[in-house]
């Protein structure tokens, strides 16, 4: 189970963040929104924390395993759920999209919680994940300082080459990188593919033969 306490205490410091940092989150949003589909499309946020992606993103539907959070993005008009990543709330082939956003961070079993947006998610849809990257200039910062951080003291960060082997070992299809926070580019700045950037989405597909995948058919470790 996450450790919530940290966002519970201290929810308002949280959100103070993005307004102190207003160019980085913007950055971050506009790479997650160039990798969402279409609006007719539901999607559903886990992790939706204060709903500062889900509500601009025009996701009505989130998890959240902070009360504090979750009454925040409740008041953007977020349908929230209180439960975790690697147990979700809801049937089969449910949403046409997952989204989390420098969630994988905080959950206790990455492989699991991707194999459950996998079962909730209907064939042809899709995940976005969007995280730090450990090897990146923020990730080894965020690393060396995580100790000193209330909010990521108890976090685990992965390099973009551990995110892509587990949404693979969950039966997802690798459809496209974008990476953002380039150092000495333009705060703005987007491209495909990662090793530069410090902020990275990732949108895998669940494809029409990824249940035998999923059951174990031609799966490499």
């Given amino acids: 189970m996450p450790n919530t306490e940290p966002f519970d205490k201290y929810s308002d410091e949280y959100d103070e963040w993005f307004e102190r940092n207003a160019e980085l989150y913007q950055a ?3 790479t997650v929104r160039q ?6 499309a539901e999607g559903m946020e886990v992790g939706v924390g204060s709903g500062k992606f889900a ?4 996701i009505r539907i989130g998890i959240e395993p ?10 953007k008009g977020i349908n929230v759920y209180p439960g975790i990543a690697e147990k979700l709330p809801f049937n089969d082939a449910r949403f046409d999209y997952i989204l989390m956003v ?7 079993d990455v492989l699991k919680s991707f194999k459950e947006a996998f079962r909730v998610l209907k064939p042809g849809g ?3 994940v969007g995280f730090v990257d450990k090897e990146s200039q923020l990730g080894k910062q965020y690393t060396a300082d995580k100790e000193k951080n209330k909010f990521y003291k108890d976090a685990t960060f992965f390099s973009t080459e551990e995110v892509l082997k587990y949404l693979k070992k969950a039966a997802f299809e690798i ?22 950037g410090s902020f990275v989405v990732i949108r895998a597909l669940k494809n029409k033969t990824s249940r035998e995948k999923e059951t174990g058919q031609g799966l490499s470790s």
């Fill in 28 to 30: 971050e949003l506009e």
């Fill in 35 to 40: 990798l969402i589909p279409s609006a007719d």
């Fill in 55 to 58: 509500a601009p993103l025009g």
């Fill in 66 to 75: 902070s009360k504090k959070m979750a009454d925040r993005a409740r008041e």
């Fill in 102 to 108: 420098t969630t994988i961070c905080f959950v206790d």
């Fill in 126 to 128: 899709c995940i976005i």
């Fill in 175 to 196: 459809l496209r990188i974008r990476q953002t926070l380039i150092p000495e580019e333009s705060t703005s700045t987007i491209r495909d593919g990662f090793g530069k």
